[in-house]
């Protein structure tokens, strides 16, 4: 069964302060690896999609890379409206089963 | 374009009632996939449907259902509610799912509460 774990559970940042939030998973051959961000009582929000190892992408302050067996989303000289959850999740291939497993999220927040 | 759009957005039900919930893709979108998401337990995946057919389900019992229409539309039905239905249900939508690229997209959920 696919599995995803984030970590930290919590962070809590200083505007400006930079850091990089963890995301490894066990899956039977990976379609794709999602970043969202969800804010309190919204849905989550897209950001990112990652398919290959050694692959990178980048919005504004964010920036997801990815390895065979986990995945980073690094913020950049956070702001406070940075201040969100994390949530990470993967998309088997090998299977008709198109559903995404999710982590648990990382709660991030950032102080003025 | 407009996003996904769900209705309603907040639900309160007494236990023992049933709840029908309500989803609209993104146009042109004909995945519309269902996750139920609680403090406990995060998100996790209830179905998936494409052209009007359940491609797949998630470990939830059988007073979850779900249907899509011809306009891609759907609804999710939960009956018997019981105090651990409630949650945040949210909806997702993509092109086809299963591609490469194919993103889901999500909803703003509804709230679901349940006395």
């Known amino acids: 069964e696919d599995q995803v774990t984030q970590s930290p559970e919590a962070l809590r940042l200083q505007e400006g302060e930079s850091s990089s939030l963890n995301c490894s998973y066990t899956?039977?051959?990976?379609?794709?690896l999602f970043w969202y961000r969800q804010d309190p009582g919204k849905g989550p929000e897209f950001l990112f999609t990652l398919y290959s190892a050694g692959e990178e992408k980048e919005k504004e302050r964010l920036k997801a890379t990815l390895t065979k067996k986990e995945s980073f989303l690094h913020i950049t000289a956070p702001k406070p409206e940075d201040s969100a959850t994390y949530l990470c999740a993967v998309q088997a291939r090998f299977s008709n089963d198109y559903k995404l497993s999710f982590g648990a999220g990382t709660t991030v927040t950032v102080r003025a | 374009k407009a996003g996904v759009t769900q209705t309603p957005r907040y639900l309160i039900k007494t236990r023992g009632q049933q709840v029908t919930l309500s989803c609209s893709p993104i146009?042109?979108?004909?995945?519309v996939s269902w996750y139920q998401q609680t403090p406990g337990q995060g998100l996790q995946f209830l179905f998936e449907y494409f052209s009007e057919t359940q491609r797949n389900k998630g470990n939830f019992p059988g007073r979850f259902s779900g249907r899509q229409f011809s306009n891609s539309r759907s609804e999710m039905n939960v009956s018997t509610l019981e105090l651990g239905d409630s949650a945040l249900y949210l909806c997702?939508?993509?092109?086809?799912?299963?591609?490469?690229?194919?993103?889901?997209?999500f909803g703003p959920g509804t709230r679901l509460t349940v006395l």
């Open positions: 899956v039977s051959g990976l379609r794709g």
């Open positions: 997702a939508s993509s092109l086809v799912a299963g591609l490469a690229g194919d993103t889901q997209y």
């Open positions: 146009s042109g979108h004909r995945s």
